[in-house]
């Protein structure tokens, strides 16, 4: 688990492609300093392995499956990426809890200055839009942020100067893609109010007693 509060920028140094899959090499300095093999690490959101690593940066390995919900296999020599460390125990929850698994790929349509702030709209499928609600959580591309406002194709949400200049999202453009993760609670909570049956050995079925009455009694909503 992640909080999508961003450690470090780091750049990714190469990208070695093969027939259905890749290998980063990313360089960074702030979160390799008690890095081990097999470790945690959210590259712009999504949740890689560490298998390799030295003192300039680290190394990691990309499955088909994340080449296909993520935009990772479209970055290049170069580029910048977020990167955060897995959240231990007994740490502050200064975001809110991320996964590192991605639901979507959405894409910046619009950007504009108010103030000190910066408003971000960003284009989403039905698959990330059904967790999106005014004031929530939302993870772009790892970053925590709370939802300013939405529609049924699109929501807005505001960063500061701070989290301009320490994310992906203070240099990225209209039309940019980035990773989106809906808030973990929320699909936790969706899947309990599915009306959900559960075959048993002997041929009976059990069903969910979950309710949003239920869940309301109980002083979860």
Known sequence: MFTGLIEELGVLQSIRHGADSAQLNIAAKKIIKDVNIGDSIAVNGV????????????????????????????????????????????D???????????DGVGTIVQKEVHDIAILITVNAQPEVMRYII??????????SLTVVDFNSESFR???????????????????DTVNLEGDVIGKYIERLLQSREIPEEK???????????????????
């Open 134 to 143: 005014k004031k929530g959580s939302v993870a772009i591309d790892g970053t």
């Open 203 to 221: 041929n009976t079925r059990i069903k969910s007693s979950m309710s949003l009455d239920f869940l309301a009694k109980h002083g979860f909503v």
């Open 47 to 90: 949740c890689l392995t560490v298998t390799k690593f030295d003192t300039r940066g680290f190394t990691a390995d990309v499955m088909a499956e994340t080449l296909a919900k993520t935009n990772l296999g479209n970055l290049k020599s170069g580029d910048r990426v977020n990167l955060e460390r897995a959240l231990k125990l007994g």
């Open 157 to 175: 949400v505001s960063i500061i100067p701070h989290t301009a200049h320490e994310t992906t999202l203070g240099f990225k453009k209209e039309g």
């Open 92 to 102: 502050r929850l200064g975001g809110h809890l991320v996964s590192g698994h991605i």
